[in-house]
């Protein structure tokens, strides 16, 4: 590093079948910050894994008796109907079953590339089926029915880790948890630089758009990464619940920016699942946003910068189950 | 002629007086608070476009029951263009 390089710290590890990585204005916060963000991390995921026999999760998956839930489970189920809600439905935690018939029945690294066998959609049942009393932590899911959090966990994760990051360090900090990022106390004096891109794996090298954030939540959704084949056709995680199959292609990707992670990552899957509808209600929330359509052209809302280069294309090199 | 009416002067008279002038004005008050509350009504229901229902009052009995503010909300300040960058940005927003 040179007199003039960045002053933060970073730290990056696996975590969560993904990347983590943590920012911390002040190097000196980072121990604090990071014992934070890895006790936070392993909290979500002995809560919501779907992958993990032993988390609440899968316990209340394979249960037909109510279970309570606890704390941090709780949160997660708020935040989980709460994006049905506020999506009306087009992103909805009953999407477990039609995610397993699509191929995507294990963990992401364990579900296999390329399968010829014929696929059947199969549509959830529905978030307004899930019998949940937040006041007294009581869940009972319906015979047949599978949460997957997996839309709103991991933003929930970045938005708790960085609150309480930030607090630890006494500094600002930022979690990025596979590209969907939090923000939370005094930023450096030019912002967090975040590059965007297809996937987050991309190395943050600058080639394509950069933007500064100061607080709050950025989260990208796409068809990019984690997709693989199944009877002849290429299939990703994120289900349209109306159908229980991949969404019509429209979007590649599409960046948010909202108060929270669990606001932006919300916004950025359902804008994936409306296609067509998704700038008019983008502008109606006034969500600031960046959409990539799968032949790289850009259309940006509500403040969003406008790129200063086109989208590069897809890219070519293809890591993990295709 | 007395100047006055003994019998109206009688206090079981007045009492029943009393009481017919009460229950006047709090048949009137009732009235008031219905006409008045029947006008809001009208008016509220002439606003809505034709096909739409109003939200029931209740969720039904089946929906769950997500905490208040189920709207998603904006950031404070939107991102800022960085461009181009002074050094390589320090994460990535992509999808996972």
């Not at chain 1, 007294?136 to 994760?157: I, V």
């Not at chain 1, 994120?238 to 599409?254: K, S």
């Not at chain 2, 039904?60 to 503010?69: E, L, N, Q, R």
């Amino acid at each position: 590093m040179t007199a003039h390089a960045v002053r933060h710290s970073t730290t990056t590890f696996p975590a969560l079948g993904t990347t983590a990585v943590l920012l911390v204005a002040d190097p000196d916060g980072t121990p604090d910050a990071l014992r934070v963000l890895r006790a936070e991390l392993e909290a979500i995921d002995l809560a919501c894994s779907r992958f993990r026999p032993d988390s609440e999760l899968s316990r209340a998956n394979h249960v037909t008796a109510p279970v309570t839930a606890g704390p941090l489970f709780a949160e997660a189920i708020d935040a989980a109907l709460r994006a049905a809600r506020a999506t009306e439905g087009a992103v909805d935690p009953t999407v477990g079953p039609s995610m397993a018939a699509l191929g995507y029945d294990r963990s992401f690294a364990s579900v296999r590339p390329v399968d010829d066998g014929p696929v059947t959609p199969v549509r959830p049942a529905g978030w307004c089926t899930v019998d949940w009393d937040s006041r007294t932590r009581r869940l009972r899911l319906p015979p047949g029915t599978g949460l997957d959090l997996g839309a709103t966990a991991k933003a929930l994760a970045a938005d708790r880790a960085a609150e309480r990051a930030a607090q630890a360090a006494g500094c600002g900090v930022l979690v990025c948890l596979g590209g969907d990022l939090a923000a939370a106390g005094p930023a450096p004096r030019d912002g967090w630089q975040v590059a965007i891109a297809d996937d987050h794996a991309t190395p943050p090298s600058g080639a394509g758009p950069v933007v500064s954030v100061t607080g709050g939540g950025l989260a990208t959704s796409g068809t990019a990464a984690r997709s693989w084949r199944r009877g002849g056709r290429t299939l990703h995680h994120i289900v349209d619940p109306a159908t229980g199959d991949v969404p019509a292609p429209l979007w590649r990707t599409v960046s948010v920016a909202a108060a929270t992670c669990v606001d932006a990552n919300t916004a950025a899957t359902a804008a994936i699942v409306r296609g067509t509808r998704a700038l008019g209600w983008l502008r109606g929330l006034g969500l600031p946003a960046r959409l990539v359509r799968t032949d790289g052209s850009v259309t940006v809302v509500c403040g969003w910068p406008e790129d200063s280069s086109p989208a590069r294309p897809p890219a070519d090199s293809r890591r993990g189950p295709r | 002629m007395p100047d006055s009416d003994p019998l109206h002067d009688h206090p079981a008279v007045r009492r029943r007086d009393r009481g017919l002038r009460r229950v006047g004005v709090v048949t009137a008050a009732v009235l008031t608070t219905a006409a008045a509350g029947t006008a809001v009504l009208g008016a509220e229901y002439r606003g809505q476009p034709p096909g739409v229902v109003p939200p029931p009052a209740t969720a039904p009995a089946s929906a769950p029951t997500p905490p208040a503010g189920s709207t998603l909300r904006p950031p404070v300040q939107a991102p800022v263009p960085v461009a181009p960058p002074s050094q390589a940005p320090s994460a990535t927003s992509g999808a996972s």
